[in-house]
């Protein structure tokens, strides 16, 4: 299983962005990286997902490397209400969904004023 | 509104009650999941139900027992709890594992606390 590590915490202040980077040393060919967002007493909420490369949507972007061992979700101009957990999984869902469903210890991200 | 919704929201017991969540996925989604989140914890998967058909069981404690009637409905009955089962049990259903990329959405959690 891909194993994920995040930084714990960060702080950051509105109109930045902010930067949170996954490293995932063991990633397989087939592993896709997602990213999701969760807000106190409440379910995580799915925010982007890639293989390889940039990925970008209306909420965020992520960033890719050539050799995949990492990836960093890109919030533009964070809000008061960016303040969550951030998680990063990667597995590969065609043949270990249980992969994609170990969400390890998140990235608390706090946004002041 | 992720097309995802628990009931009750809250929901104390003590320890010899029988209690059930409900969940229910609006979404047309085949896979169904329960997970547990304590505080301070990350969240552990507990059950996967893939077309109604129970495909993982994370070493949960017999005291919960999960039901899926149909692709729509997942239920997760308490029986006998300890006060350390107190936690947020989220339910989240997705499309299909096997299709990619698959993406889990999920319900807003019932808060359950065992006195």
């Known amino acids: 299983l891909a194993k994920t590590t995040q930084p714990i915490s960060m702080d950051s202040y509105e109109g930045q962005e902010v930067n949170i980077t996954c490293s995932h040393n063991n990633i397989a060919t087939n592993d896709y990286i997602t990213w999701y967002q969760q807000f106190p007493s409440q379910g995580p909420r799915f925010i982007i997902q890639?293989?390889?490369t940039k990925v970008t949507n209306e909420v965020a972007s992520l960033f890719i490397p050539a050799d995949r061992k990492s990836s960093t979700l890109s919030l533009p101009r964070v809000s008061l209400s960016d303040t969550a957990v951030y998680y990063c999984l990667v597995g590969d869902p065609f043949n270990n969904a249980g992969n994609m469903l170990t969400f390890g210890g998140g990235t608390r991200l706090m946004v002041k004023p | 509104e992720t097309g995802v919704t628990q009931t009750p929201r809250h929901l104390v017991m003590g320890m010899t009650n029988k209690k059930s969540l409900k969940c229910e996925q609006h979404?047309?989604?085949?896979?169904m999941y329960w997970y547990k989140q304590s505080a301070k914890k990350p969240l552990e998967l507990m059950f996967v139900?893939?077309?109604?058909?129970?495909?993982e069981n994370n070493s949960v404690p017999s005291r919960f027992s999960p039901e899926c009637p149909n692709s729509s409905h997942l239920f997760l009955h308490l029986h006998t709890l300890q006060p350390e089962d107190s936690a947020l049990y989220l339910c989240?259903?997705?499309?299909?594992?096997?299709?990619?990329?698959?993406?889990?959405?999920f319900g807003p959690g019932t808060r359950l606390t065992v006195l």
């Open positions: 979404l047309g989604h085949n896979a």
């Open positions: 890639g293989y390889k």
């Open positions: 989240a259903s997705s499309q299909d594992p096997a299709v990619t990329p698959d993406t889990q959405y």
């Open positions: 139900y893939n077309f109604k058909e129970q495909t």
